[in-house]
């Protein structure tokens, strides 16, 4: 079974600049979530999906970051425009189940 | 005061020795979880605990749900035991879906 699959693995922006990273969940996973992970912390939930409706984005920073998933499988997640914090370790994970989670290998990104 | 907090947030040690990892957690959960991360960002799913103690190879998870505090051990370590690992709380959240709070990770080094 193909793991979650995201890309790009790592990406250097200035700030004030655009950033889109793509997920690909395990297939019939019908949860996606994306997380950010600041160095040294655990990640924290931006966005969860139930097929392609948003159950939870309480903690996702609206005026600059969105998230969609058309047809209820690949999701992007952006940011527009990026800030200094925003540096962190983009994480994608699914589910089939409300219990265990599959993390993709997440998405480094680094905002000069 | 984190809802989860872990301890140590280094440990060092040296290959074979018996390694313990502790997770104590505030709020009323459905479910713990203990995930592993190698550097590069993947996280790895290592246990989902509700009660008592489940064992995988030379991992060991206990919970105690009545102190709120659960132990991940490591017997004989070795070096490709090297991560960080997270303990993370599932729970029902306001938005009706279950909910993953992390604590900040341990970093584990086995020295050969």
């Known amino acids: 079974e193909a793991g979650v699959a995201q890309s790009p693995r790592y990406k250097i922006i200035e700030k004030r600049q655009s950033v889109a990273f793509w997920c690909n969940p395990i297939s019939g996973h019908a949860t996606l979530y994306w997380y950010q992970q600041i160095l040294g912390q655990g990640p924290k939930l931006l966005i969860q999906f139930q097929n392609n409706g948003v159950v939870d984005d309480s903690q996702l920073p609206k005026d600059r970051f969105s998230a969609e998933r058309l047809k209820g499988v690949d999701s992007t997640l952006k940011i527009q425009p990026a800030k200094l914090e925003d540096s962190a370790v983009y994480l994608c994970?699914?589910?089939?189940?409300?219990?265990?989670?599959?993390f993709g290998p997440g998405t480094r990104l680094t905002v000069l | 005061k984190n809802e989860v907090e872990q301890s140590p947030q280094n440990l060092t040690a040296q290959e074979g020795e018996f390694i313990t990892i502790n997770c104590s957690y505030s709020?009323?959960?459905?479910?713990l979880h203990w995930l592993q991360q190698h550097p590069g960002g993947g996280i790895v799913s290592l246990f989902m605990?509700?009660?008592g103690k489940k064992k995988h190879g030379r991992l060991i998870a206990t919970i105690n749900i009545q102190e709120k505090h659960s132990s991940l051990h490591i017997t004989a370590s070795h070096p490709r035991d090297s991560a960080v690992y997270i303990c993370?709380?599932?729970?029902?959240?306001?938005?009706?879906?279950?909910?993953?709070?992390f604590g900040t990770g341990t970093r584990l080094t086995i020295i050969p």
């Open positions: 709020v009323g959960i459905s479910a």
């Open positions: 994970a699914s589910s089939s189940r409300a219990d265990t989670q599959y």
């Open positions: 605990l509700s009660s």
């Open positions: 993370a709380v599932s729970r029902l959240s306001n938005f009706g879906n279950e909910k993953l709070t």
